[in-house]
C-alpha cells in the first residue's frame, strides 16, 4: 500500500502544515525563532539606551535626524516581530492578521519605552518619537508584505499550466 499524504491534501514539512504543497508560513520554524529571539535582543537594546540620560549621537546631524533613527530602529523591530509571528498567506494572498499584530507589537513596545523614558533623569518622553517608531514600523512591516505578495504572485505566474496549443 502507498503512503500518501494524509486526508485533505495535508502535508507537514519543516513543522509547517501545507495544502496542496503550498507553504502555510514563511519563514519556517526556525527562522521565526531566529527573528524572536533579534527581536528580543533588539528591544532589551532599546531599553538599554533609552536607559542613558545622554545617548549616544552620530557625527553628523540634521534636523529630523533623531526621528529618522527611531523609524529605523523601530522599523527593524516591526519587520523581526513580522517574521517572528510568521508571513502567512490565505487563499493565495498574504493574510493581513500578523501584520497587524506586529505593528501592535511594536506599537505597544514604542508607548513602554516612552514610558520608561520619563523615569530617567534627563530624558522626556516625546509623542513625536512614538508617532515616529509606529510610522517606521508600518512602513517597514507594509514594505516585506508587499515583497512577499509580490514574490507570491511571481511564483503563482510560474507556476501556472501553459495551455494546449491547437
Keep these: 500500500m502507498e503512503k500518501g499524504p494524509p486526508s ?3 502535508r507537514f514539512n519543516g513543522g509547517n502544515v501545507s495544502v496542496e504543497g503550498e507553504p502555510r508560513v514563511w519563514p519556517g520554524t526556525l527562522g ?6 533579534g527581536l528580543l535582543a533588539g528591544m532589551v537594546g532599546v531599553f538599554f539606551l533609552s536607559e542613558e540620560s545622554e545617548p549616544p549621537q552620530p557625527p553628523f546631524s540634521f534636523p529630523g535626524l533623531d526621528k529618522l ?3 529605523l530602529v523601530f522599523g527593524l523591530l516591526g519587520v523581526l516581530a513580522y517574521l517572528a509571528l510568521g508571513v502567512r498567506r490565505r487563499g493565495g494572498r498574504p493574510d493581513f492578521r500578523p501584520m497587524l499584530a506586529a505593528v501592535l507589537v511594536v506599537a505597544l513596545y514604542a508607548v513602554f519605552d ?3 523614558q520619563s523615569f530617567v533623569p534627563g530624558r522626556n518622553p516625546s509623542f513625536y518619537d512614538g508617532l515616529a517608531d509606529l510610522g517606521g514600523a508600518a512602513l517597514a512591516i507594509t514594505l516585506v508584505w508587499k515583497l512577499f505578495k509580490r514574490a507570491l504572485r511571481r511564483r503563482g505566474a510560474s507556476e501556472k499550466p501553459e495551455r494546449p496549443r491547437a
Excluded: D, S, Y
Design 8 to 10: 485533505g491534501g495535508l
Design 32 to 37: 521565526r525563532v531566529l527573528a524572536l529571539v
Design 69 to 71: 533613527e527611531h523609524a
Design 114 to 116: 516612552e514610558l520608561h
